[in-house]
Nanobody, 124 residues
Framework: QVQLVESGGGLVQAGGSLRLSCAAS????????MAWFRQAPGKEREFVAV?????????RYADSVKGRFTISRDNVKNTVYLQMNSLKSEDTAVYYC????????????????WGKGTLVTVSS
């Protein structure tokens, strides 16, 4: 089994920044895909950003966060980060970290393991 624990959420003013962390523990995989998703109140969960373990700099972002958010990973710490800058009120959501050991998840964002989420609230 894999455990994912998110941290770093909180209340921030519009235009501010936050950095989310997701620490993975449990079963280790040679290759994996890790991603951030978010779910705003009354809305469906949506993709935010994804990174894989086999290429340096292989990242992908939702259009709504491109240029403002940066996903990165620390393989030594088994942690993935989401640096969020220039936050907007519409970024308010519960942010979830997810992991898949299947390379196909890089294309279809079909993830196997999920954290419990961390709340980000952006005040305008």
């Amino acid at each position: 089994q894999v455990q994912l624990v998110e941290s770093g959420g909180g209340l921030v003013q519009a235009g501010g920044s936050l950095r989310l962390s997701c620490a993975a523990s449990g079963r280790a995989f040679t290759t994996y895909v890790m991603a951030w998703f978010r779910q705003a109140p009354g809305k469906e969960r949506e993709f935010v950003a994804v990174i894989n373990s086999w290429s340096v700099g292989n990242t992908r972002y939702a259009d709504s966060v491109k240029g403002r958010f940066t996903i990165s990973r620390d393989n030594v710490k088994n942690t993935v980060y989401l640096q969020m800058n220039s936050l907007k009120s519409e970024d308010t959501a519960v942010y979830y970290c997810a992991l898949s050991p299947r390379s196909g998840s890089w294309f279809n964002y079909d993830m196997d393991y999920w954290g419990k989420g961390t709340l980000v609230t952006v005040s305008s």
